[in-house]
């Protein structure tokens, strides 16, 4: 069983940043990707950034440039660097391990809040 726990949340003022860490526990394989989503107020939850094991990274438009995501393989943890952040970086940040390419099996975090005050 995977379990994902999430750290970091908290307010912060526009152009300020934050680091989010996201600690796993449970079996790990070589296929998972991790990431991170985003969701806002009375949205639904949106992809923010993922990572390979081999550290290929993809991010979502409104983040590039601005968000980092990275992965520590020995403490199988996840971090989510936020710089620049804008008050529409707010909402409930969740972390996500997904396992398997056809039919991708998605574990999740129980989500961290993030404020982002103008």
């Known amino acids: 069983q995977v379990q994902l726990v999430e750290s970091g949340g908290g307010l912060v003022q526009a152009g300020g940043s934050l680091r989010l860490s996201c600690a796993v526990s449970?079996?790990?394989?070589?296929?998972?990707?991790m990431g991170w989503y985003l969701q806002a107020p009375g949205k639904q939850r949106e992809f923010v950034a993922s990572i390979t094991s081999g550290g290929w990274t993809n991010y979502a438009d409104s983040v590039k440039g601005r968000f980092t995501i990275s992965r520590d393989n020995t403490k199988i943890t996840v971090y989510l660097q936020m710089n620049s952040l804008k008050p529409e970086d707010t909402g409930v940040y969740y972390c996500?391990?997904?396992?398997?390419?056809?039919?991708?099996?998605?574990?999740w975090g129980q989500g961290t809040q993030v404020t982002v005050s103008s």
């Open positions: 996500n391990l997904k396992r398997g390419w056809s039919t991708p099996i998605d574990y």
């Open positions: 449970g079996s790990i394989l070589s296929i998972d990707r």
